[in-house]
């Protein structure tokens, strides 16, 4: 269990009785087999009577090649990512009545046996009812099927009789998987959240819970998404709110840059509530005026938006750059737990009868067509387990810093506040930077009056990163000369050179060696390839990815190729290509070799509405075009026919681009987009260092 602690526990200072005036949470069985603990107050976490600050990361375990799942937890904590979040979709086990699968990538107690392994704490998402993108929420067709022929008794999301032994059933079933596995048993599951995205009444929330204690759910916490607002009241301290905001979302309905609220996600605020999150179901004038019983509970997220998938009418192409601003809006305003949504992508199960994905054709959550396969959700850590480097590296090195300062930073209350300006005792947080509309601001934390051994930092136009035996680092902030004020005096730093002031040793690390640079075992560590650091047993490794492009032999054959008469979705929006479209696509065969399938993949850049792979005729993989290339699995083609189908993207289409993409379509010469511009192979190495 100790080890387990490792992960989540970082330095803190030991609560005194005045500290535990304020609201102590009280939920299941806090204490482990070797008497750690996990407790609740109203700053946030507290770990063996220590304060600290956590950081969640998303990752759906049946998304993700079983395979893969130890080497990505361990770049999800080489991130910085201390507790790993993860839905439990009913339909991905449970498609027919009475029929179970946790096979395979469903396999949950496996998966949560390798988070053990790997010291990585747990919270699932039990539902009933998930999203996630997910085909009908997660309800399964049987389900569903009844709710519509019997909605007395099958009600969804409602205290209906016949729908609540359904959902009993799924949590009993849930629990026979992780039984052994939880907090009091030695096991990393520490938390679960009760349902996603409701309204209430409390007393379906209550019934659920009940019903979660009775499978045998006995955890440190509870949780519920804060939002949208209930209606009517709840029972205070049953279930910790958690909060979220995103810097934009497939979801909206206007085809226009950065429409209602989504600037407001880059701005300190003293509301918790997120005008952004669904819309889509909820409107776009949510009331987001705080009671006085939510601002008692800490302040917590879970959806900081890591990434944004692509929905069909709405194309949206993340830079990596809004990952930070959002996190320190965050940590500025008061919050101690940064929790992304997601922090790893990943494909859909494959299905027969239907897309596993959200599609207005469904008769339930019918409010977005996504991709049938990929749910890569830009996210820091791409479908394939890829680096996107920069929202990568600037959230990790932002997360070592509340690795290493969390003990002060948790209880330190806001003392100063303004849209862009924050701060909490020791701590200033600045983000001017916007998602579209101010793409040359920046977004930092330095120190104020912060005791680092025997002195202090007044200030320092650099950012803190660690702190190792010998030397504190920084991190440059770019365009800004790295200026420390130590004990009074100035000191103006050479990039990645040390310097001692009054003994203590300094180290202001340029933004380019910082992105190599991963603290193991106390020590700072840099990864020669620019790649990922982590510990594989005694061993530490580097993952780092090259490209090679290739010549294929073939090319796209437009000559069936069509513009198709893109009609509006059920909910007013531009509906995808059903199959039959795809018989008017341009195709071009994929005969490409591979020399390490499990670790290459076809990285394919180019220009279109909507592209296809199917292998021996299955789908593959699909991808909603925004500008960035499709990532292709070398191990899913190898040895069998596969082909590419590339659908024109016309100029009429009633979808949004971003400015560039919008550009390439309005100058293209025959007023549609067809194209394939480069073909490569990705390939992933893992070497150990010295």
Known sequence: MKRILTTLLVAGTILTSKSFAQNTFTFGTPTSPDGQTIMVDANGFIINGKHTIPVMGEMHYARVPQSDWRREIRKMKAGGITILSTYVFWIHHEAEQGVWNWDGNRNLRRFIEICREEQMPVVLRVGPFCHGEVYQGGFPDWLVEKAQADARNYKLRSTAPGFLKATENLYNNIFAQVKGLLWKDGGPIIGMQIENECRGPWNYYSALKDMALKAGFDLPFYTRTGWPKLNGKEVFGEMLPLYGDYADGFWDRKLTDMPGEYPAAFIMKDTRLSGVIATETFGTNQDTKMEASDLSYPYLTCELGGGMMPAYHRRINMSGKEIKPLAICKLGSGSNLPGYYMYHGGTNPYCEAHTMAETQASSVTNYN????????????????????????????????????????????????????????????????????????????????????????????????????????????????????????????????????????????????????????????????????????????????????????????????????????????????????????????????????????????????????????????????????????????????????????????????????????????????LLSVDSISILTRHTVKIK
């Open 369 to 672: 067509d996504m991709p049938h396969m990929s749910y890569d959700f830009q996210s820091p850590l791409g479908e394939m387990g890829q680096l996107n480097e920069t929202a990568y590296h600037e959230s990790r090195l932002l997360h070592q810093m509340l690795q290493d300062w969390g003990e002060e930073l948790c209880t330190m209350h806001v003392d100063t506040l303004s849209e862009h300006y924050a701060r909490r005792g020791s701590f200033e947080f600045y983000n001017d930077y916007v998602r579209i509309l101010n793409e040359s601001g920046t977004s930092y934390v330095t120190p104020h009056n912060l005791s680092i051994g025997d002195v202090t930092v007044e200030s320092a136009m650099a950012e803190p990163f660690c702190k190792t035996e010998r030397t504190t680092y920084f991190v440059e902030i770019e365009g800004k000369t790295p200026v420390l004020n130590i004990n009074g005096k100035r000191y103006i730093a050479k990039l990645n050179k040390t310097f001692k002031a009054d003994g203590q040793e300094f180290c202001v690390l340029s933004r380019k060696k910082a992105y190599t640079a991963f603290k193991i075992d106390g020590k700072l560590m840099f990864a020669k390839h620019g790649g990922v650091l982590y510990k594989d047993g005694k061993d530490i490794v580097e993952e780092y990815w090259t490209e090679k492009n290739i010549k294929s032999k073939a090319s796209l054959n437009k000559d069936k190729a069509q513009l198709r008469n893109v009609k509006m979705g059920s909910q007013k929006v531009a509906a995808m290509p059903v199959e039959d479209d795809f018989a008017h696509a341009a195709e071009m065969p994929l005969d490409i070799k591979a020399t390490d399938a499990n670790n290459q993949f076809l990285k394919i850049t180019y220009k279109g509405d909507v592209a296809r792979v199917y292998a021996d005729g299955r789908l593959v993989e699909d991808n909603f075009w925004n500008g960035k290339p499709m990532l292709v699995r070398m191990s899913d083609i190898i040895g069998k026919h596969a082909v590419l189908k590339i659908l024109p993207l016309g100029k009429d289409y009633p979808i949004y681009l971003q400015k560039e993409q919008r550009q390439m379509l309005n100058e293209s010469e025959d007023g549609h």
